[in-house]
């Protein structure tokens, strides 16, 4: 922090730019970031969700055209009539001209693998692996065909064998006799898994993104890729995959991230999963991250280096008006009138000008008053200047000793000068309890220079109170006090607090030192006390804004003392809470 202040105007100023660059550019890149983030994995998203909608629809396609031939098997009036009479012929010759009608319903056999017929409730038919006609007795226990019996005629499909590329998808309808509704048997056709997964087994998404079925716990990957063999037996999986989320979820498996989306086939037990590595976003999204960071920094360089020209040229105006004043007192220099623009630089070296000719012309009045000893007519001259005249020249001073790094006198003649204007105050006597403030501080400020801070201050005040009424220079007096009295043995550890606060229409405030106190009884006496003017002034100070008080608030205001905790002396002051109607000079 010290360093800070000892910097120059110009270092500062590229410091506070070059700050706030950096703070828009990581605001700016950001922001961007997670935008873009944000809308690249809602783009993953929803081409996950586009890529399973459309294999979903190709599968669907597929199994529709699996459930066109069992349609046209159950459709088939020579298969039908067959059934629904049987004995007309030997069982092998209906076997025979069963077989024939199946195989024109998909003579090339282009969408199954292979299509059977179980006869339900005609036992004089063969139970036969190898015949596509059978005794349903064959069937009849396992689960797929009680299923389908259940179904009434509605499709139900299933997969069977999911160990290897030699399972099947496995989709059946009872054959119904369109007569009497009555089931002659259950049309089976499969579909061999690998022919029926090819599609979806050469879709790829990213580096590891892949389709796959499942099937009642089961992970379907006929062609055995490591990706998906990862999700078998993960329960967190299977938890995502069966519950009722409608939109891409992300899931941990082995403390890894997976974006999982899922689509049912046609109401079926099968679901189409689309499963991703979530790293393949990341990887794009940290490439993203980089060339933010890249650009963010190439945009910093570069501001730097416009900043550095730019604060030159601010500071430009700055550095030579301390030029000019460093020379004050042997050259007196005046700015020159290209340095007099209307922007604040200009203002201030026209005033730095307009000081000089004010300074050599008093100089001068002084010189030609001291030749004639008039010394009632100097002081006359002295009390017409304007105290404008005395800020200005202070500030000057302050300048000046800002300029040769004279921190204490700078501070000193900065605060020297708010008192002066507060004490004058435009030639009000009222004023808010803010100035009011102000102006303690401003005496605090000269006295702890003064007393090498052997004492400090501090406030308690409630905000809310600071723009109403007191009268000027009533807290000063209470804080010379202390300052004199109360620390006048302390080499060190002297504290002041000042508190402000209300109670109903009454503003109060507390000034309390630790010091070595006093009778404050005694002090409370004097206050009651008649002045006597033929006395010196200071004798009556406290009695002085006592009276001040009273005479305009009323008699119920005022100020008393006590000994507080601490061994030190208590002054409050009790006045009127009144807002402030007057223009109070702004310190």
Same mark, same amino acid.
């Given at each position: ?325 460093? +020379? ?8 020159? /009138? !290209?340095? *007099? ?5 200009? @203002? =201030? $070296? ?101 007393? +090498? ?8 005040? /409630? !905000?809310? *109170? ?5 009268? @000027? =220079? $009533? ?113």
């Amino acid at each position: 922090m010290e360093a800070l202040k000892n910097m120059s105007f110009r270092a500062k100023l590229l410091i506070t730019y070059i700050a706030v660059i950096i703070l828009c550019i990581i605001l700016f890149g950001s922001t961007m970031f997670s935008n873009f983030s944000k809308r690249f994995e809602s783009e993953i998203s929803y081409n996950t969700s586009q890529v399973t909608m459309l294999a979903v629809d190709n599968m669907t396609n597929s199994i529709n055209s699996i459930e066109q031939v069992l349609c046209t098997v159950q459709a088939n009036s020579t298969i039908s009539r067959i059934l629904s009479t049987p004995g007309a012929r030997s069982p092998y010759e209906e076997i025979a001209a069963i077989e024939n009608e199946m195989q024109a319903a998909d003579p090339l056999r282009a969408t199954v693998s292979n299509l059977s017929l179980y006869i339900a409730k005609n036992d004089s038919y063969p139970v036969s692996y190898t015949s596509a006609v059978s005794s349903a007795s064959l069937v009849e226990n396992e689960s797929w065909y009680k299923r389908t019996i259940e179904k009434n005629g509605d499709i139900y499909m299933s997969i069977m064998d999911t160990s290897d590329s030699n399972g099947v998808l496995c989709v059946a309808r009872a054959f119904i006799d369109t007569r009497t509704h009555e089931i002659l048997g259950v049309i089976r056709a499969d579909v061999n898994l690998s022919l029926f997964t090819n599609d979806i087994s050469k879709i790829t998404l990213g580096h590891t993104g892949r389709l796959f079925i499942v099937y009642e716990n089961h992970i379907i990957n006929t062609w055995n890729d490591s990706y998906i063999n990862s999700f078998v037996n993960e329960r967190s999986f299977f938890d995502a995959v069966y519950n009722d989320a409608a939109e891409p979820q992300i899931i941990k498996v082995n403390g890894i991230k997976h974006i999982i989306n899922k689509q049912r086939i046609k109401s079926s037990p099968i679901i189409l999963v689309c499963a991703s590595n979530y790293n393949d976003i990341n990887t794009d999204i940290r490439v993203v991250g980089v060339s933010v960071i890249t650009t963010g920094i190439i945009a910093i360089i570069g501001a730097i280096l416009l900043m550095f020209l730019l604060t030159g040229w601010l500071t430009a105006p700055i550095t030579k008006l301390i030029s000019y004043m460093k +020379d004050f007192e042997t050259e007196r220099k005046r700015v020159p /009138d !290209e340095m *007099l623009t209307n922007d604040e630089m200009g @203002k =201030l $070296c026209a005033t730095y000008n307009a000081m000089l000719d004010t300074i050599d012309s008093l100089i001068n009045d002084v010189y030609e008053l001291y030749r004639k000893q008039k010394r009632f007519e100097l002081k006359a001259l002295q009390a017409q200047i304007n105290p404008h005249f005395l800020y200005n020249t202070l500030d000057s001073i302050n300048w000046m000793a800002r300029a040769h790094h004279a921190r204490d006198i700078s501070k000193m003649v900065s605060a020297l000068g708010t008192f002066f204007r507060h004490s004058l105050n435009k030639g009000n006597e009222y004023t808010t309890i803010e100035n009011e403030f102000k102006q303690i501080k401003s005496y605090t400020d000269i006295q702890k220079i003064r007393y +090498d801070d052997k004492f400090d201050i501090s406030f308690d005040i /409630d !905000e809310e *109170l600071l723009q109403c009424t007191i009268i @000027k =220079l $009533c807290v000063q007096p209470l804080v010379e006090n202390c300052i004199l009295h109360g620390f006048e043995e302390f080499e060190e550890g002297g504290m002041i607090n000042i508190r402000l606060y209300a109670e109903g229409d009454y503003i109060y405030i507390s000034v309390e030192d630790n010091g070595c106190g006093t009778d404050t009884d005694e002090l409370n006496t004097a206050l009651a006390k008649e002045i006597d003017y033929n006395e010196p002034i200071e004798k009556y100070g406290l009695s002085n804004v006592n009276l001040r008080i009273k005479l305009y608030f009323d008699e119920t205001c005022g100020l008393t003392f006590t000994t507080n905790e601490k061994g030190g002396v208590t002054a409050l002051i009790k006045i009127r809470r009144k807002n402030h109607e007057y223009k109070a000079i702004d310190l």
